[in-house]
T-cell receptor, first 115, second 111 residues
Framework: GAGVSQSPRYKVAKRGQDVALRCDPISGHVSLFWYQQALGQGPEFLTYFQNEAQLDKSGLPSDRFFAERPEGSVSTLKIQRTQQEDSAVYLC?????????????FGPGTRLTVL | AQRVTQPEKLLSVFKGAPVELKCNYSYSGSPELFWYVQYSRQRLQLLLRHISRESIKGFTADLNKGETSFHLKKPFAQEEDSAMYYCALSPLTGGGNKLTFGTGTQLKVEL
């Protein structure tokens, strides 16, 4: 079946522009996660949804970052007034249920470059 | 706070040699530990996790709570093992199931 998909795969933005990154999780998956991966680093947690509820947004680096999942399926990560330090790969992952042992399936990521 | 440390950015071994990728963690509660792998031009995927106690592609990992380590081992490296490996941690209770990753180790298996 189809895995997690993300779009666009690549995004170049000028500093100060707003961007929106989309994640389509595996159908029926309850949990959805966003991670940020800077060059040479491991992924870092940004935020977590259980269905449409955003249960944890402790990893969002500033109030310029906003995520939503209004119908409990597709999610959008929005970054306002992008800065150069926002350049990274943004990964989305989904899992079928709520247990910590449930596998998180990752998308291919969106590579954001801010000039 | 939880932290995962992978001390080696790059590990180069010859085909057929044993492999050990190091992972140490710090967490005050009970963690679940994972190894994720990313092959060239592919997405991040789960390799194995402690709770399953399984061997995947010949790899095993043992949780040592005394040394707070979860090293990944394979007795005989294969060329197809060349990839980026990430150790990750998630709280078993009370912390949701977000993952905290290490910085990764690039494994290169040479012929």
């Amino acid at each position: 079946g189809a895995g997690v998909s993300q779009s666009p795969r690549y995004k170049v933005a000028k500093r100060g522009q707003d961007v929106a990154l989309r994640c389509d999780p595996i159908s029926g998956h309850v949990s959805l996660f966003w991670y940020q991966q800077a060059l040479g680093q491991g992924p870092e947690f940004l935020t977590y949804f259980q269905n449409e509820a955003q249960l944890d947004k402790s990893g969002l680096p500033s109030d310029r970052f906003f995520a939503e999942r209004p119908e409990g399926s597709v999610s959008t990560l929005k970054i306002q007034r992008t800065q150069q330090e926002d350049s990274a790969v943004y990964l989305c992952a989904s899992s079928s249920a709520l247990a910590v042992t449930d596998t998180q399936y990752f998308g291919p990521g969106t590579r954001l470059t801010v000039l | 706070a939880q932290r995962v440390t992978q001390p080696e950015k790059l590990l180069s071994v010859f085909k057929g040699a044993p492999v050990e990728l190091k992972c140490n963690y710090s967490y005050s509660g009970s963690p679940e530990l994972f190894w994720y792998v990313q092959y060239s031009r592919q997405r991040l995927q789960l390799l194995l996790r402690h709770i399953s106690r399984e061997s995947i592609k010949g790899f095993t990992a043992d949780l040592n709570k005394g040394e707070t380590s979860f090293h990944l081992k394979k007795p005989f490296a294969q060329e197809e093992d060349s990839a980026m490996y990430y150790c990750a941690l998630s709280p078993l209770t009370g912390g949701g199931n977000k993952l905290t990753f290490g910085t990764g180790t690039q494994l290169k298996v040479e012929l």
